[in-house]
């Protein structure tokens, strides 16, 4: 069964910063593996944040650029993201999503794995 668990999330001023790390179970990661970040606040539809590609590649959402930076530890498989002056329009649960043959990086209909999330919040 394949899990994804994420940590790290909290409560933070605005200019904070925070770590999200995300682990997986039963997932066998290949060279087609594709992970990322997706965040939900409430009445809004689901958003890609960053997304990172085998081949080392990255993707990030406008609103992100510059400020958070996705990472993978191939050796233990985990995911990381660095937030960096966090903004209260930041606030979200924050999802970490695993598959393979990814297009587009940031849509979510493309992901078959998910974890159960982390939520973020930031505060003026």
């Known amino acids: 069964q394949v899990q994804l668990m994420e940590s790290g999330g909290g409560s933070v001023e605005a200019g904070g910063s925070l770590r999200l790390s995300c682990g997986t179970s039963?997932?066998?990661?290949?060279?087609?593996?594709?992970m990322a970040w997706f965040r939900q606040s409430p009445g809004r539809e689901r958003e890609g944040v960053a997304a990172w590609d085998s081949d080392g590649s990255t993707k990030y959402a406008g609103s992100v650029k510059g400020r958070f930076t996705i990472s993978k530890d191939n050796a233990k498989n985990t995911l990381a993201l660095q937030m960096n002056s966090l903004k209260p329009e930041d606030t979200a649960m924050y999802y970490c999503?695993?598959?393979?043959?990814?297009?587009?990086?940031?849509?979510?209909?493309?992901?078959?794995?998910w974890g159960q999330g982390t939520q973020v919040t930031v505060s003026l």
């Open positions: 999503a695993a598959g393979e043959y990814i297009a587009s990086k940031l849509e979510t209909y493309e992901y078959n794995y």
């Open positions: 039963g997932y066998t990661h290949s060279r087609y593996t594709s």
